[in-house]
């Protein structure tokens, strides 16, 4: 395996008692786009913060291409940086705050106009460099902040939330155009984010984290489709989670309510008699048995949203409840509610929680 | 008309005679020098007197080290506050106050008595040292208006944000103060500046005591030796500390706009 350009090594952050990071480990390879996603307070901006170096890490190292950067200052750091509230510099125009950086590492004023003006023609606005940053909307601004971070050639880009103070059309154009510029240059990224749809359609990988540690480190598939533990599954997309109860743990028998469901080679050394979590995503279920569907249960519906293109049905089996979701037919009524339902999956789509 | 507004025009009317009517007596009285017209011989008098324009030129001198010292100080001083050490705010913001509490002639002693020419610091064995030592005095009468212009100037921007994206960027402390921090609370620094200004070309108390050739013991001087041109000194103290605020207004105008703002 290629040496890791960024390899974050068993990283801890406490504040006093209080740990926000705990033994943080992490590589990522060159020109890879790594996301950090997790609710607020999972320490994913705590650990970004350690990696630009506004920061120390409490324990553990961060190198960077083979350089221990630990206890570097932010400045000697050579990372690219964009933050959630833009940070453009109030006072300079656009062009001016683009050659921030390269002014600041002496790069002589031609050569600093010439790749202000290649910055401004990657992000598309080059009739915009003499305005000032209250002149611009927020998706201008946060382009220009790109290109303010990408001037002065860093080793590592990181994007600390910054979609988030934008609104949904800007955001999924600006998305794509961060991930294509990214790819462009190739340049290793690490995009904050808590945002499940913004971290699953733009990263290489996604590192989830919950309570300071990493849950799972993954590629958007292997998270959607594999989540490793409980909090993954629940956290990325939409599940069902169903209460069962193992029957004969030798054939992988699991009862659902009243009804039994198959799990062979999936039980991972549960006994007989214990209870466990079993998780479905929506688009693995049918209510009408599909090729390749072993199992059914029956139940009744409990509810039904109309959303458009797509009907969104709530199933209730027992205690249990599962969503799923058809496509709307107009020569099919949806289904009404009380009515009773057979839903149908593949026991293979079935996932045991741990 | 409504009620309401009869009543806020009389406050108004009541308010604006209060103050512009010793104000145009004041006016009409410096014109009055030369028996049956009005004319503007004290005004003449005043300006064509040397010590006029030596007290004068001194306070200004004193004024303009007390801006730099003050800037120096307190621009830091609040920055570093609002980044770093945002618990102690409310402590320097007391200190800050403290001399619009103690009176400028309780500070002036202590200094004689902590800086007399006996004392390991002998600010007042020379008159430079008397000099730098009024100027030192006036930044501290000066600091409560300074420090809440600049923290005041400070809060309109993400201080903590701004210096973390030039850091980033390369840039050190002093490209950070210099370049990012103070060209964004400019004007604020100067309406600190304009009112320290004003303060000390009217200040009398720490001249006085420190035996300093200013403005403010000049005016006292003549007023209490003279008729009518220490109603026209009046005036022209007036002008002055009235041309400070008109030009903070001007200059305000000119503060870098917040990038802050919706799609």
């Known amino acids: 395996m290629a040496e890791p350009f960024l390899s974050i090594q068993h ?14 480990s992490l590589d990522v390879e060159p020109g890879e786009f790594v996301s950090f ?19 120390e890490p409490s324990a553990g190292k961060i190198v960077v291409a083979g350089k221990d950067i630990t206890r570097l200052k932010p400045n000697q750091r050579n990372v690219g940086m964009v ?23 002496g790069m002589p ?23 000032y940053p209250y002149q611009l909307s927020g998706g201008q601004q946060q382009r220009i902040a790109l290109a303010r971070a990408i001037a ?46 913004e971290a699953l359609s733009i990263s290489d990988r996604i590192a989830v984290m919950y309570g300071g540690k990493a849950e799972q480190v993954a590629t958007p598939f292997e998270i959607y489709n594999r989540p490793a533990t409980k909090f993954v599954a629940n956290f990325v997309g939409t599940l069902n989670v169903l209460e069962g109860k193992v029957t004969d743990a030798a054939s992988g028998k699991v009862q659902v309510n009243t009804q039994e469901v198959s799990l062979k080679g999936k039980l991972n050394g549960s006994k007989s008699g214990d ?36 009907i969104r049905v709530r199933v209730g089996i027992g205690g249990n409840t599962v969503s799923l979701d058809t496509f709307n037919n107009s020569a099919t009524p949806p289904p009404v509610v009380g009515e009773k339902a057979d839903i149908s999956f593949s026991s293979g789509d079935m996932l045991v929680l741990h | 008309m409504k009620s309401g507004k009869f009543w806020a025009w009389v406050v108004f ?40 324009q030596s007290t004068f030129l001194y306070s200004v001198i004193a004024a303009i080290f007390t801006i730099v010292l003050g800037v120096l100080i307190v621009v830091p001083a609040a920055y570093w506050i609002r980044l770093r050490l945002p618990q102690l705010r409310p402590i320097v913001e007391f200190i800050t106050l403290l001399p619009l509490v103690i009176p400028a002639i309780v500070i002036v002693f202590g200094y004689i008595r902590m800086y007399g020419s006996n004392s390991p610091l002998p600010f007042l064995g020379s008159n430079m040292g008397a000099n730098a030592l009024l100027v030192i005095g006036y930044a501290t009468l000066s600091l409560p208006y300074m420090y809440r212009a600049v923290d005041t ?64 013991p000049y005016l006292q001087n003549i007023g209490a030796n003279r008729a009518y041109e220490p109603a026209a000194l009046a005036i022209i103290a007036f002008a002055i500390t009235w041309g400070c605020m008109s030009l903070i207004q001007i200059l305000s105008r000119f503060a870098p706009k917040s990038a802050n703002r919706p799609n």
């Open chain 2, 153 to 216: 100037g400070l809060r309109t921007i993400d201080v903590r944000t701004l210096t973390e994206a030039a850091q980033i960027l390369g840039a050190g402390w002093s490209t950070i103060i210099g370049r990012v921090i103070l060209p964004n609370v400019l004007i604020a620094v100067l309406s600190g500046a304009f009112l320290t200004f004003a303060i000390v070309i009217g200040e009398f108390t720490m001249a006085s005591l420190l035996n300093r050739p200013a403005f403010g």
């Open chain 1, 109 to 131: 004023k031609a050569d600093a106009d010439k790749r202000v003006a290649e910055m401004l023609e990657m992000i598309k606005l080059p009739q915009m460099a003499d305005r």
């Open chain 1, 275 to 310: 209870t466990l979590s079993l998780a479905l995503r929506p688009e693995a279920i049918s209510l009408d048995r599909q090729p390749g569907h072993d199992t059914s249960l029956s139940g009744e519906i409990a509810e039904v949203h109309f959303l458009g293109s797509v």
């Open chain 1, 37 to 55: 996603l997790g609710p607020s307070g999972c320490g994913k901006t705590t650990v970004l913060r350690m990696v630009a170096g506004f920061e």
């Open chain 1, 83 to 105: 933050f959630q509230a833009y940070a453009l510099f109030p006072n300079l125009t656009v062009a001016q705050n683009i050659a921030f950086g390269l002014k600041v590492a």
């Open chain 1, 152 to 197: 002065p050639k860093p080793k590592l880009l990181l994007l600390d939330e910054p979609l988030s103070a934008l609104d949904a059309k800007v955001r999924v154009s600006l998305r794509e155009e961060i991930r294509s510029i990214q790819k462009k240059l190739g340049i290793t990224t690490i995009f904050v984010t808590h945002d499940q749809e």
């Open chain 2, 13 to 52: 009317i009541v308010g604006a005679a209060y103050f512009f009517i010793p104000l145009m007596a004041t006016v009409e009285f410096s014109l009055r020098m030369r028996r049956g017209v009005h004319s503007f011989d004290a005004y003449q008098i005043v300006l064509g007197d040397a010590r006029f």
């Open chain 1, 11 to 24: 990283v801890r952050k406490s504040y006093g008692s209080n740990t926000v990071v705990q033994d943080f």
